[in-house]
């Protein structure tokens, strides 16, 4: 008895002859509840267990191994132990599996299911732990809500994963459901249709050089102006009509125009005109289409110097040399890497400070990070 109660406190007699006990036993930090009943008339091979839903994961098919043990052990006690020690070698030898939620939370998937569609379920997995959920937002865009669901579900909330610029703060209680979760979605996808049409006109009108395949969370665009000059911005999702960050990137011969432009007439901003409607109005120029032939986009298109390709790793060419003869473009990485390897090549803090590969001319660039 003093062995019971030293490997297993929480685990206490439930009657006086001591053939039930009640309570919990504790793997680690694990606590696992646990009732046992022996019948006086029966013995311990006919001893009945019950136990919370983790417990009956962990034993899954180890049911013969129990009932084998139930039969060898000389009392309640020593087949106590003995469990304990079984379940804590199954514990330590399986990989840990997060345990589905128990049986009763699946009624409430069926009815969740029912308010929400489910011609809009994109994805379920036989556990019923990640869902993908579609919604469409007031423009027609499709946007996916991505849920996993813990074994505690809904005592726990679910993880959401979303596609937005801006955070998603999942308001949970015990009693709410995932109709619930959806509307709050839903509400904010409100907030940045603005922000999307924006960026939708953008892509739709512009040649976009980076991101090369943008989703619903980026901010940033990199835009063509011309041969070797570019345009980044970073549009504020909730206030989109403003003037957003922006930086121009080429040569200082081909972009101090475009900047000095910029700088006299940012007065004439309008908030209610879309970002770029104000930038072809203020710069007084017409952005290259997407329209225009695969020979004419390869014509403006920036390649590398160093390793010949337009992209790498999905990104344009950022680095110009500012020699107007020259004007050769390059990945930053792979000016960093050149310049690194040449010994008249020097640092200072960020900066690296070196020769064009292809005018000698001065050029730096940041240290890679």
Not at 3 to 15: E, G, I, V
Not at 217 to 236: A, E, F, P
């Amino acid at each position: 008895m003093a062995a019971l109660l030293s490997s297993c406190p929480l685990l206490l007699p439930f009657s006086s002859d001591k053939l039930s006990y009640r309570g919990y036993i504790s793997i680690g930090a694990q606590h696992y509840r646990l009732n046992i009943t022996v019948p006086q008339a029966l013995g311990l091979k006919h001893a009945r267990l019950e136990c919370d839903w983790n417990l009956k994961q962990a034993l899954h098919g180890l049911e013969g191994l129990i009932q084998r043990k139930l039969e060898q052990s000389r009392d309640l006690h020593t087949f106590i132990l003995g469990f304990k020690d079984l379940l804590s070698q199954v514990l330590t030898s399986r990989p840990f599996q997060e345990p589905p939620p128990p049986p009763a939370v699946y009624s409430q998937f069926l009815d969740d299911l029912d308010a929400i569609g489910w011609e809009r379920v994109v994805h379920i997995d036989p556990s019923f732990r990640d869902w993908k959920i579609s919604s469409v937002d007031s423009r027609g865009r499709e946007h996916i809500l991505s849920l996993h669901l813990s074994s505690q579900h809904p005592t726990i909330p679910p993880i959401c994963n979303v596609s937005l610029p801006g955070p998603f703060q999942l308001q949970w209680h015990i009693k709410a459901s995932l109709e619930d979760v959806v509307g709050q979605f839903e509400q904010e996808l409100c907030k940045y249709q603005r922000f999307w049409d924006t960026m939708d006109q953008l892509d739709r009108d512009t040649l976009v050089l980076e991101p090369e395949r943008p989703s619903r969370d980026n901010t940033q665009r990199r835009i063509m102006i011309g041969q070797s000059v570019s345009l980044v911005l970073v549009v504020d999702p909730l206030r989109p009509g403003v003037f957003p960050q922006c930086k121009f990137l080429g040569p200082d011969h081909a972009v101090s125009g475009h900047k000095a432009r910029l700088s006299e007439h940012i007065e004439k901003w309008e908030d209610n005109h879309t970002v770029l409607d104000n930038f072809e109005r203020i710069l007084d120029i017409k952005f290259p289409s997407p329209s225009k032939t695969s020979e004419e986009v390869q014509d403006m298109c920036m390649e590398c110097g160093i390793c010949y390709m337009c992209r790498l790793d999905g990104a344009a060419p950022e680095v110009t040399c500012n020699n107007p003869p020259c004007s050769r473009s390059f990945h930053h990485a792979c000016l960093f890497e050149w310049l690194k390897g040449l010994p008249t090549s020097r640092q200072s803090f960020k900066m690296v400070f070196g020769e064009c590969p292809y005018c000698g001319q001065p050029i730096t660039v940041t240290a890679a990070t």
